[in-house]
């Protein structure tokens, strides 16, 4: 098997209410990373694209077909995956296969949604539809109330009292907030203070609004190939050196293991042991923050806090920009957005850029050498990592 | 690159209105599977499933992760993949990368979907999300329509009367039905004549009610794995030997090429260079029949008649069972029944059920040593072959 890298990664505005399709963002989004990796369009082997939503948003399934047409990229094969919010890192996943194989040599992958034309409701009715709908969701389980559901047994099952839980986890979004005020590709830009969450609207109990990631639009695309072409046409090729990926049973059929997801600690085990490293040896994550709390709990199960220490890594200042393990300097999906099956993919596209030292001066990590991108799917029963690894 | 067989194979009933949910089903046709292999649950490395429409008839996304918990393979990686009606081969090729390339020996592939539970109304409504649904949609174009369209491209371009046409297009309905009267895994059970087609209720000029496949329930699995631990396990394996995927631009982008399907064209030639063949060594054909017209189509692309002479096939019984290529022994989509993710998958297993001398004595075909599966996505637009070689 060899090596693949990325090359040009491309990466639209995330917004409320783009005008743009689903077919057009991942088309601007591929487009840029073609153009990026001084490739032809024509060079382009095969596309594997996450897209949750597109046909509730739009009413239009198999996007990844129009897509792949509309960049000119003619009769290529081109495949949907949907991983719910995982759904852009397994398309990755699943690309790097076909090229580590040898099978293709330059592939695109990525991942778009437009969950904010829906509208909040749909939005948060369609965002039920993974959890489990036929047993879960009529008791009322939708996203919010799941994570409130593990804030809640974190705070019991490590003795941490709800006011301090609280705290560490407004400090999670107050950073999130802080650096992606920079990320001009974000879609909130706005500083917010632990007051102001501690202020904001209530959702679910202890959840308050500045604990949750907005709907967002978007999408983000990437060229892997193979380490020879890679060494030809970059100085700059970022292996994905590691991947990890895992379901679960249904969230409430955890229960005891609760507010660990076992999803995520088995890929855990699979994406340091591909790549043979520890996590000690990462310098920058970009964890899923669908909610404050999920930022705490993932911190932990990556190996960066001791299982009930999580939240310190925000307290002491270890998950800022100069700390032992920076986290979510491109703003986390609170603050530069959440459009699902573009969300790992731009994840992991922001550690590409960070390594090449491409984002605002003032949310760049210095020498990024080691990075990993965090994605769940669902109510956590799905979860997908990529491990990457600079020239 | 390893060869990859395809060891024990799973296949639910295809009915109207299951009583079973889409996980239910495609764990009833993957525990099939897996205890036809002579395998226990906790051997399967990882679950790809072709999934369409589950959003939409029971409100359940990430169904694949619900149906690897429902089997008990516990936290194993579980991929959905949509490239509509040709969602299943699109799972079986992308599981057999992930075989020959050595990264898993044993995985689960397949397909679900439950669409007769929408009922027709809504069920036609979402068959429409996979034509382009910004332009092509609104101007009335479902698949009753593209495929009408093609009958009539198809009848001017080869100077072939609409009546000649008809007539060869009920032929394809009528061995359909024969054959999936005996398949006890089939949804219709019942003969019928030319005449039942021609006086059938007209959908969509020239498409009677006959000449259309039904919406259908149901679930297809299969048990890939290497050549070395299917040598261990049967004396049976069979091989996938060749694949085939494309997709094109929007239908009407192609009116140039119509009546024949760029896609398709495309993933034939991929298909048979990789196994080597041509398709004269094809014993047995399954294709994508979701409306009469669409079986003579696809002969004709497949490499089994001329253009202009694919209903040919049906006139002289070359496509019967005794004939140079039989096709649809199974039934078809027309008779056999359509749960789009199932369908692709539901093809290749008949096609190992025949080589292995399982099926119904009244549709064996005597020695079947190559197979082919077609499918078609959406309004043609997507490709997916499978090529299958006996031991």
Request: with cysteine.
């Amino acid at each position: 098997m060899r090596k693949v890298a990325i090359l040009g990664v491309g990466h639209t505005p995330f917004t409320f209410l783009a005008e743009k399709t689903a077919v057009e963002l991942f088309s601007e989004a591929s487009m840029e990373a073609i153009n990026q990796s001084n490739l032809k369009v024509s060079d382009i082997q095969a596309m594997f694209v996450g897209n949750v939503l597109g046909d509730f948003s739009e009413g239009q399934g198999m996007i990844q077909s129009y897509a792949a047409d509309e960049i000119g990229a003619k009769n290529i094969p081109a495949s949907r995956f949907e991983g719910a919010c995982a759904s852009g890192t397994m398309a990755i996943r699943d690309a790097f296969m076909w090229v580590t194989s040898g099978f293709y040599d330059i592939v695109i992958a990525g991942g778009v949604d437009t969950v904010s034309k829906m509208g909040t409701p749909l939005a948060t009715r369609t965002f039920a539809m993974f959890t489990d709908a036929h047993y879960e969701y009529p008791s009322g389980l939708t996203f919010p109330g799941a994570f409130a559901m593990l804030a809640h047994l974190y705070s019991a099952k490590y003795s941490i009292t709800l006011s301090r839980l609280k705290q560490q986890m407004a400090m999670v979004s107050v950073q999130s907030h802080k650096y992606g005020n920079y990320n001009h590709l974000g879609q909130l830009h706005k500083v917010i203070t632990i007051d102001d969450v501690l202020n904001s609207g209530m959702v679910t109990s202890p959840l308050q609004l500045n604990d949750c990631c907005p709907f967002s639009d978007g999408a983000a695309a990437m060229i892997l190939a193979s380490e020879e072409i890679a060494k030809r046409l970059t100085d700059k090729p970022v292996y994905i050196t590691g991947l990890g990926q895992a379901s679960s049973g249904r969230f409430s059929a955890q229960k005891e293991y609760l507010p660990r997801l076992y999803a995520r600690d088995v890929s855990v085990r699979q994406a340091y042991a591909m790549a043979g490293i520890t996590p000690k040896d990462v310098d920058l994550c970009e964890l899923h923050d669908c909610f404050s709390i999920a930022s705490i709990i993932a911190a932990e199960s990556l190996g960066f806090a001791e299982f009930g220490h999580g939240g310190e890594l925000w307290e002491k200042g270890e998950a800022d920009i100069k700390g032992r393990i920076p986290i979510n300097m491109s703003g986390g999906l609170k603050s530069k957005g959440h459009p699902l099956g573009a969300t790992g993919a731009a994840q992991a596209i922001d550690i590409v850029k960070q390594m090449r030292e491409l984002v605002e001066q003032e949310r760049q990590v210095e020498d990024v050498k080691v990075g990993l991108t965090d994605t769940l799917g669902g109510d956590g029963i799905i979860c997908n990592l990529v491990l990457q690894r600079g020239w």
